[in-house]
């Protein structure tokens, strides 16, 4: 099966590059924002959206134009990857995904992405990487990466700059076992809770994402299937009125998330649907999700 990993290192620019990076990701910034701001028009006005197609030829106009010259500084790939970003956030807002885009601010999550592979070398042996209109940048070297690069971010945090590298590798596909199948609830205590209380990390084993619907899971007992909102005594805790089962609210929704799991698998259709599901092998083991 085909993996994709990110590994990300912290860069050690020079003054240069340094003052480079800040610049493109202000370019990028600026092109995200300009673009968006055309399209609220647009959509304000009940005219449609441009495409990204629309959108490219409009920053060959911006960067070739007497008004932000300043743009053909910034290495081309990374803004039209902008774009892209925009275009992908349009996508989820007309699918009730997300919200609508907002504009960028400096200083939040400044970044900018080389999506072609075809355009960087890394060297790990001498701890650097090359990326276009910035040259051959060092890198603390925590850690070897493994498979062929597909795309490079760079991003700005607490002062520093770090390069998070993604890549393609292929890995013998593993088998598991029913048994190490677990249930998770997004909650408010805790951002995530599994149904065998442990705190939630990805194991790179090659599991499966099973979609049950969320419905009662947080007020359903697990020892007598007694539904009631009385049961949720608070954000926090459960307690069955009808037995007396208690438990942590967000474990006793897990819980009953791991239990709607296995029935999708014992009958082979989603319950969500009632369509069969084909399911698809992820690079991690994921839980079910409620």
């Given at each position: 099966m085909q993996r994709l990993q990110a590994f990300k290192?912290?860069?050690?620019?020079?003054?240069?590059?340094?003052?480079?990076?800040?610049?493109?990701a202000g370019s990028c910034r600026f092109v995200f924002n300009k673009a968006l701001a055309m399209q609220k028009e647009r959509f304000e006005a009940g005219e449609k959206k441009l495409g990204y197609a629309g959108l490219c030829k409009l920053l060959t106009e911006w960067r070739n134009g007497t008004e932000t010259p300043w743009l053909k500084d910034a290495p081309v790939h990374p803004l039209q990857q902008t774009l892209k970003?925009?275009?992908?956030?349009?996508?989820?807002?007309?699918?009730?995904?997300?919200?609508?885009?907002?504009?960028?601010k400096k200083g939040q999550s400044d970044n900018f992405r080389y999506p072609d592979s075809q355009q960087i070398k890394l060297d790990q042996a001498n701890r650097r990487l090359f990326l276009p209109k910035l040259g051959w940048?060092?890198?603390?070297?925590?850690?070897?990466?493994?498979?062929?690069?597909?795309?490079?971010?760079?991003?700005?945090?607490?002062g520093?700059?770090?390069?998070?590298?993604?890549?393609?590798?292929?890995?013998?596909?593993?088998?598991?076992?029913?048994?190490?199948m677990i249930g998770?609830?997004?909650?408010?205590?805790?951002?995530?809770?599994?149904?065998?209380?442990?705190?939630?990390?990805q194991l790179w084993n090659g599991g499966w994402v099973i979609v049950v619907?969320?419905?009662?899971?947080?007020?359903?007992?697990?020892?007598?299937?007694?539904?009631?909102?009385?049961?949720r005594k608070t954000q926090?805790?459960?307690?069955?009125?009808?037995?007396?089962?208690?438990?942590?609210a967000d474990l006793?929704?897990?819980?009953?998330?791991?239990?709607?799991?296995h029935a999708v698998l014992a009958c082979g259709e989603s319950v969500q649907s009632g369509r069969s599901m084909k399911q698809e092998p992820a690079e991690v083991s994921q839980p079910a999700f409620g």
């Amino acid at each position: 099966m085909q993996r994709l990993q990110a590994f990300k290192y912290e860069l050690m620019p020079n003054g240069q590059q340094h003052r480079d990076m800040r610049r493109f990701a202000g370019s990028c910034r600026f092109v995200f924002n300009k673009a968006l701001a055309m399209q609220k028009e647009r959509f304000e006005a009940g005219e449609k959206k441009l495409g990204y197609a629309g959108l490219c030829k409009l920053l060959t106009e911006w960067r070739n134009g007497t008004e932000t010259p300043w743009l053909k500084d910034a290495p081309v790939h990374p803004l039209q990857q902008t774009l892209k970003d925009l275009e992908r956030a349009y996508a989820n807002f007309f699918a009730k995904r997300a919200n609508y885009p907002r504009f960028k601010k400096k200083g939040q999550s400044d970044n900018f992405r080389y999506p072609d592979s075809q355009q960087i070398k890394l060297d790990q042996a001498n701890r650097r990487l090359f990326l276009p209109k910035l040259g051959w940048l060092r890198y603390r070297n925590s850690r070897d990466v493994l498979g062929t690069v597909k795309q490079v971010t760079v991003s700005q945090s607490v002062g520093k700059w770090f390069v998070s590298i993604q890549t393609e590798r292929e890995v013998e596909q593993p088998r598991h076992e029913s048994g190490s199948m677990i249930g998770l609830d997004v909650g408010v205590a805790k951002f995530a809770t599994l149904s065998d209380g442990l705190e939630y990390k990805q194991l790179w084993n090659g599991g499966w994402v099973i979609v049950v619907p969320p419905q009662n899971t947080s007020r359903t007992c697990p020892a007598c299937r007694y539904v009631a909102k009385e049961n949720r005594k608070t954000q926090a805790h459960f307690e069955c009125v009808k037995c007396g089962y208690s438990e942590n609210a967000d474990l006793n929704a897990a819980r009953n998330i791991l239990a709607a799991g296995h029935a999708v698998l014992a009958c082979g259709e989603s319950v969500q649907s009632g369509r069969s599901m084909k399911q698809e092998p992820a690079e991690v083991s994921q839980p079910a999700f409620g």
